[in-house]
């Protein structure tokens, strides 16, 4: 089954930082392009960041840029997000999700919160 | 590229047909999906590059338009097409996604 698990999220303080993570299982990871969507309490969707098969493209959203970096580890099968100096507006759910180039395959969710 | 849907709610009744718009501010070719979104789920794709259906998408779902105008039609809406619909365009970065479309029974 092709599937993809959100992991990392959790209630962090303002300029703190979180790494989340999603594992990729059932289709040959390698081989697609994967991002990063957030969605905000009550809102709409973001695309946060998105990164090449072999990382040589990355891109992030304006609102992340400098503050969160996008990695992966082919071997393992994993998509990583570091957030760093977290803000209120960060607060959202993070959805990764498989560009094949349309994102067709979506994680369950992590839900990260921004608050003191 | 601001992507602009409308209506912002649809009020229809099972049986009916839904039709639903996106508007980019500039040309996205046919570079465009649409998404199905239900509380407490993750978006799930219906249409890609504008007009084909995803795997196991009904057929009643279909999508026309290119450049700047596009339109999702759901022929006749089933109980569990009451949701909220995304369009989203891939033509250059950042993809962005239009405000939402909330489908609701009427």
């Known amino acids: 089954e092709v599937q993809l698990v959100d992991s990392g999220g959790g209630l962090v303080k303002p300029g703190g930082s979180l790494r989340l993570s999603c594992a990729a299982s059932g289709f040959t990871f390698s081989s697609y392009s994967m991002n990063w969507v957030r969605q905000a309490p009550g809102k709409g969707l973001e695309c946060v960041s998105s990164?090449?098969?072999?990382?040589?493209?990355?891109y992030y959203a304006d609102s992340v840029k400098g503050r969160f970096t996008i990695s992966r580890d082919n071997a393992k099968n994993s998509l990583y997000l570091q957030m760093n100096s977290l803000r209120a507006e960060d607060t959202a759910v993070y959805y990764c999700?498989?560009?094949?180039?349309?994102?067709?395959?979506w994680g369950q969710g992590t839900t990260v919160t921004v608050s003191s | 590229i601001v992507l602009t849907q409308s209506p912002a709610t649809l009020s229809l009744s099972p049986g009916e047909r839904a039709t639903l718009s996106c508007r980019a501010s500039q040309s996205v070719s046919s570079y465009l999906a649409w998404y199905q979104q239900k509380p407490g789920q993750a978006p799930r794709l219906l249409i890609y590059d504008a007009s084909n259906r995803a795997t196991g998408i009904p057929a009643r779902f279909s999508g026309s338009g290119s450049g700047t105008d596009f339109t999702l039609t759901i022929s006749s809406l089933e109980p569990e097409d009451f949701a909220v619909y995304y369009c989203?365009?891939?033509?250059?970065?950042?993809?962005?996604f239009g405000q939402g479309t909330k489908v609701e029974i009427k």
């Open positions: 990164i090449s098969t072999s990382s040589s493209y990355i």
């Open positions: 999700a498989r560009a094949s180039p349309h994102m067709d395959v």
């Open positions: 989203q365009h891939r033509s250059i970065w950042p993809w962005t």
